[in-house]
C-alpha cells in the first residue's frame, strides 16, 4: 500500500492511496479523508457513479468541509478495476468505471470485476491502516453509486449505522441502467434481486435511516426508478425520507447542493 497524495484540507488531510487488490487482481486506488484530530474517526463510504475513479466525488462533492466540522472520515473508492489486461466495453456504462458493485461471474469480466467483494470486505481489511472506527460507519453514493451504498446497506444492516444515495439507480433489475450490466457480469438467471435496493427492501424493509435526494430535472430520471422505492417503503411500512429536489439535475451540482445535508444526516447516527 502506498500514500500516492496527501493534502491539507479544511484542518484535515486528503489521502490517495493505491495498493494491490486481490480481489481485483489489479493495482487499486481509493481516496480517504481524515478529519482533523487523532482519531480512530467514525466512515463516511462514498460510492462514485458511472465513469467515476475515486477522484471526482473526492474533487467535487464538497464532502470534506462538513465531514471536518463533524469529526467523521470519508472513504472514496474508485468505481471499477483498471488497467491494461483488465476488460473494457465502448460504451461508458460497462467495464472500467462501470463496475456496478457486483462480483461479474462472466467471461470476459469475471478474472477482475469483484467491486461487491472489495468495498464490502478487501478495502475495509486494507483500511485497518488508518485511525478508523470501523464500529461506527455509514454509506451514501450517487447513481450507480447510490444502487451500491443501498444494496450494500441492505445486504449487511448490521455494519451500518445510516445509509443515504443521491439519485441513486433504485430498481436496476427494472432499469437499462442494471439489466444490461447483470446479464453481462452475472448474467441471465443469476439472483439480480440480491442487488436491486427495491427487491431487497421488498422483502422486509429496513431498520437504518435513510436518505434519498433525486433532482427532478435529472436527464436520467426514467431510469433511476425512483417510484419503486417509493413504493417499497411505502408497502413494508419502513421509515425514511425520499426528496424531490425541483430544477436540480444529475451533476456534482446537485450532489454538492445537498451533501452537507447527507453528511449531518449520518454524522446523527454516528454520534448516537
Ligand atoms: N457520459 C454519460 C454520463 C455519465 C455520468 O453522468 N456519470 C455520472 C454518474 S451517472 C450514474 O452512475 C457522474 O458522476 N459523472 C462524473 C462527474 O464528475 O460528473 C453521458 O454521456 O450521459
Given at each position: 500500500?502506498?500514500?500516492?497524495?496527501?493534502?491539507?484540507?479544511?484542518?484535515?488531510?486528503?489521502l490517495?492511496?493505491?495498493?494491490?487488490?486481490?480481489?481485483?487482481?489489479?493495482?487499486?486506488?481509493?481516496?480517504?479523508?481524515?478529519?482533523?484530530?487523532?482519531?480512530?474517526?467514525?466512515?463516511?463510504?462514498?460510492?462514485?457513479?458511472?465513469?467515476?475513479?475515486?477522484?471526482?466525488?473526492?474533487?467535487?462533492?464538497?464532502?470534506?468541509?462538513?465531514?471536518?466540522?463533524?469529526?467523521?472520515?470519508?472513504?472514496?473508492?474508485?468505481?471499477?478495476?483498471?488497467?491494461?489486461?483488465?476488460?473494457?466495453?465502448a460504451?461508458?456504462?460497462?467495464?472500467?468505471?462501470?463496475?456496478?458493485?457486483?462480483?461479474?461471474?462472466?467471461?470476459?469480466?469475471?478474472?477482475?470485476?469483484?467491486?461487491?467483494?472489495?468495498?464490502?470486505?478487501?478495502?475495509?481489511?486494507?483500511?485497518?491502516?488508518?485511525?478508523?472506527?470501523?464500529?461506527?460507519?455509514?454509506?451514501?453514493?450517487?447513481?450507480?453509486?447510490?444502487?451500491?451504498?443501498?444494496?450494500?446497506?441492505?445486504t449487511?444492516?448490521?455494519?451500518?449505522?445510516?445509509?443515504?444515495?443521491?439519485?441513486?439507480?433504485?430498481?436496476?433489475?427494472?432499469?437499462?441502467?442494471?439489466?444490461?450490466?447483470?446479464?453481462?457480469y452475472?448474467?441471465?438467471?443469476?439472483?439480480?434481486?440480491?442487488?436491486?435496493?427495491?427487491?431487497?427492501?421488498?422483502?422486509?424493509?429496513?431498520?437504518?435511516?435513510?436518505?434519498?435526494?433525486?433532482?427532478?430535472?435529472?436527464?436520467?430520471?426514467?431510469?433511476?426508478?425512483?417510484?419503486?422505492?417509493?413504493?417499497?417503503?411505502?408497502?413494508?411500512?419502513?421509515q425514511?425520507?425520499?426528496?424531490?429536489?425541483?430544477g436540480?439535475?444529475?451533476?456534482?451540482?446537485?450532489?454538492?447542493?445537498?451533501?452537507?445535508?447527507?453528511?449531518?444526516?449520518?454524522?446523527?447516527?454516528?454520534?448516537?
Open positions: 500500500m502506498k500514500v500516492v497524495s496527501e493534502n491539507r484540507a479544511f484542518g484535515g488531510r486528503q490517495v492511496v493505491g495498493h494491490p487488490s486481490a480481489a481485483c487482481a489489479c493495482e487499486m486506488t481509493f481516496g480517504l479523508y481524515l478529519p482533523p484530530g487523532e482519531g480512530p474517526f467514525p466512515v463516511l463510504w462514498y460510492l462514485s457513479g458511472l465513469t467515476c475513479t475515486h477522484e471526482n466525488a473526492m474533487v467535487k462533492a464538497g464532502a470534506q468541509s462538513w465531514a471536518a466540522r463533524e469529526g467523521i472520515a470519508l472513504v472514496f473508492p474508485d468505481t471499477s478495476p483498471r488497467g491494461e489486461g483488465v476488460a473494457d466495453d460504451a461508458y456504462d460497462l467495464g472500467q468505471g462501470a463496475g456496478f458493485y457486483v462480483d461479474a461471474t462472466q467471461a470476459p469480466w469475471a478474472s477482475h470485476f469483484k467491486m461487491w467483494t472489495y468495498v464490502t470486505e478487501e478495502l475495509p481489511a486494507v483500511l485497518a491502516a488508518f485511525p478508523l472506527d470501523m464500529d461506527r460507519q455509514a454509506i451514501t453514493g450517487h447513481s450507480m453509486g447510490g444502487h451500491g451504498a443501498l444494496t450494500i446497506a441492505a449487511f444492516p448490521e455494519r451500518f449505522r445510516s445509509v443515504s444515495a443521491f439519485a441513486p439507480i433504485c430498481n436496476p433489475t427494472g432499469s437499462d441502467w442494471g439489466r444490461k450490466q447483470f446479464a453481462a452475472l448474467g441471465e438467471g443469476a439472483d439480480w434481486a440480491a442487488h436491486d435496493a427495491s427487491l431487497l427492501l421488498a422483502k422486509g424493509g429496513f431498520s437504518l435511516p435513510l436518505l434519498v435526494d433525486q433532482g427532478m430535472s435529472d436527464k436520467f430520471l426514467d431510469l433511476l426508478k425512483t417510484d419503486a422505492l417509493q413504493d417499497v417503503l411505502a408497502e413494508t411500512a419502513t425514511g425520507t425520499i426528496r424531490r429536489q425541483e436540480y439535475d444529475h451533476s456534482y451540482f446537485f450532489v454538492s447542493t445537498f451533501m452537507e445535508d447527507h453528511v449531518v444526516f449520518h454524522a446523527r447516527a454516528l454520534k448516537a
